[in-house]
């Protein structure tokens, strides 16, 4: 039962997906519970994935053929990026556009940190927001345009999960910085807990059967290999977050956090395809002859 009420209260602080009244009240909260939550938050990627993905597959299953309207493999993926973003309050993008209007505005570590606390949004922010977006959107368009629908739709519940160990390897490397009192990662300042990890990993494993079963009715799959790339990838993204807080920080923020998971998911995405390349004539033609 614990460990369900994690899991919500997880659901309530990073999603917009309602936690409320009586299920809130018998939720509860204390800073030492959202420390625990921490290692759901996989396991919320892994929703959020999955519920991104069956817009995608509804969208599709609408609309006329990608083989009549190739464009529209981005509708698909432009009102699944909107979906993840409605489910989350685009909670991840605000952490990222906050990172970008401090690391791009201030010289200081004093100064990056106070743009970042600014409500407003700087030039860095919206820029940086857009490319982000459009990245994701044209990533995705190109995975279902490389193969079957499903290879797309299982790409995403599959990056949502490992980008969101992103922010979790950073509580472990980094220390947080910023003012304390004040910040809404505060609870999760004394780093990543033992116990939160080995949730972290349970849903990880979790994910891989969920993902493997929805590969399974796919007529056509990327091979493991492209996959254990995909998830080097968002590894790398969130590492390079990671470096750039820890040389101008010294240390992460919630923001840190948020734009971790953020690049991370676009690693994934890009490795992904960059994987399948070789094989993309073999994938389009098994697609378009399934």
Do not use: N
Not at 10 to 20: G, K
Not at 159 to 164: E, L, N, W
Not at 271 to 281: E, F, K, S, W, Y
């Amino acid at each position: 039962m614990q460990g369900l009420r994690h899991f919500l209260l997880a659901l309530q602080y990073f999603t917009r997906i309602p936690v409320t009244g009586a299920l809130a009240r018998w939720v509860g909260y204390h800073p030492q519970m959202l420390r625990h939550a921490l290692g759901h938050l996989p396991g919320i990627g892994l929703l959020i994935g999955l519920l991104s993905a069956a817009v995608m597959l509804l969208a599709l299953a609408v609309l006329p053929s990608m083989q009549q309207a190739p464009a529209l493999a981005w509708v698909a993926a432009l009102l699944s990026t909107v979906a993840s973003l409605w489910l989350t309050g685009a909670f991840h993008e605000d952490g990222l556009a906050d990172l970008a209007d401090g690391l791009g505005g201030g010289s200081d570590r004093e100064r990056i940190l106070l743009i970042m606390k600014d409500s407003r949004i700087g030039s860095f922010a919206a820029v940086t927001l857009i490319v982000a977006l459009l990245l994701k959107t044209a990533l995705l368009a190109a995975l279902l345009q490389l193969g079957p629908a499903l290879l797309a739709a299982s790409a995403l519940p599959a990056a949502h999960v490992c980008s969101r160990l992103m922010p979790l390897l950073l509580t472990a490397w980094l220390p947080h910085v910023g003012d304390s009192a004040q910040s809404k990662s505060k609870p999760i300042a004394t780093g990543l807990q033992a116990s939160a990890l080995r949730t972290a990993l349970l849903w990880l494993a979790v994910s891989a059967l969920a993902v493997g079963a929805l590969l399974r009715s796919s007529p056509v799959a990327a091979p493991a290999s492209a996959w254990l790339w995909a998830g080097l990838g968002a590894l790398l993204g969130g590492g390079l977050v990671g470096w750039r807080l820890r040389v101008r920080l010294g240390g992460f923020t919630g923001d840190g956090l948020g734009a971790a998971q953020q690049v991370g998911e676009l690693g994934f995405y890009l490795a992904l395809l960059m994987a399948l390349a070789p094989r993309g004539a073999a994938l389009a033609a098994s697609a378009a002859s399934a």
